[in-house]
């Protein structure tokens, strides 16, 4: 089964950017669906972004749109979120996830990395 380990979250001011990474190890990337979720305090976890196994097509939540863009790099078995024009709103816990296929379940998850917005 594959491991994932996010890492790039810190703290930002509002309209600033940050890249998140997730590095997979344990089975090659391209074996898998991903997708970006975050959580913030006392709310539920929300999808982000979900992206094929070849990095299109991707599949953005109406919050992200236009601001966010995910990619990867199977060779590098990395996954990758860049975040533009970052509002307080997206302050949250971020995690990456791995499924088998588009539409299962994600089965795999990261343990999270913490992108805080200042206003």
């Known amino acids: 089964q594959v491991q994932l380990v996010e890492s790039g979250g810190g703290l930002v001011q509002a309209g600033g950017s940050l890249r998140l990474s997730c590095a997979a190890s344990?089975?090659?990337?391209?074996?898998?669906?991903m997708g970006w979720f975050r959580q913030a305090p006392g709310k539920e976890r929300e999808f982000v972004v979900g992206?094929?196994?070849?990095?299109?097509?991707?599949y953005y939540a109406d919050s992200v749109k236009g601001r966010f863009t995910a990619s990867r790099d199977n060779a590098k078995n990395t996954l990758y979120l860049q975040m533009n024009s970052l509002k307080p709103e997206d302050t949250a816990t971020y995690y990456c996830?791995?499924?088998?296929?588009?539409?299962?379940?994600?089965?795999?998850w990261g343990q999270g990395t913490q992108v805080t917005v200042s206003s």
């Open positions: 992206i094929s196994r070849s990095g299109s097509p991707t």
């Open positions: 996830a791995a499924r088998t296929y588009i539409g299962g379940s994600f089965a795999y």
């Open positions: 344990g089975r090659t990337l391209s074996s898998y669906s």
